[in-house]
């Protein structure tokens, strides 16, 4: 399983990522040469706050982690679209099966017919989706993400 997260920054204890993506085919038990993940915010449950403000007073007790949406967002409206009806996704995660007979790893462009059983690599671009068009409701001059991680788990 892959799993990736990045910090919306600045915010509360907002961020954006995936998890458990199954990345093995379960038809034909091979990896997949390539899959896509789009993503939307979440809310850590720990910091109080409706904007883009990180200096908030910690949520006693925690909330759990919840997706931010339409019905959920901080009443300021932030993190919604200009029509103010939707939340529109934060990113885009691509992530493509390195050759695993390559030592410079080229990327593979064709299906995989790499065995589940084989030890393989990927390469995962982030496509930043977060900007004033798509979120304008007080967009920060400072927008940034943290620096993603990703991570390779059993269930």
């Excluded at 920054?9 to 997949?32: K, L, V």
């Excluded at 679209?81 to 939340?87: E, L, S, T």
Aim: one cysteine or more; a negative charge.
């Amino acid at each position: 399983y892959l799993s990736a997260i990045t910090m919306i920054a600045p915010s509360p204890d907002w961020f954006t990522g995936f998890y458990d993506m199954n990345a093995i085919n379960a038809d034909t038990q091979t990896w997949y040469s390539e899959f896509t993940v789009t993503t939307y915010p979440w809310d850590a449950g720990t910091e109080e706050g409706g904007t883009y403000n990180p200096n908030n007073d910690a949520t006693d007790p925690q909330e759990s982690i919840s997706r931010l949406d339409v019905n959920t967002v901080p009443s300021t409206g932030v993190l919604l679209n200009a029509m103010q009806d939707d939340v529109l996704p934060m990113a885009t995660w691509t992530c493509r099966l390195e050759d695993p007979n390559s030592v410079s790893f080229e990327v593979i462009t064709s299906d995989s017919s790499v065995a589940a059983t084989e030890t393989v690599s990927y390469s995962c671009d982030f496509q930043n989706n977060w900007s004033g068009v798509n979120h304008p409701v007080d967009y920060p001059s400072n927008a940034h993400w943290s620096p993603p991680v990703l991570a390779a788990h059993n269930t």
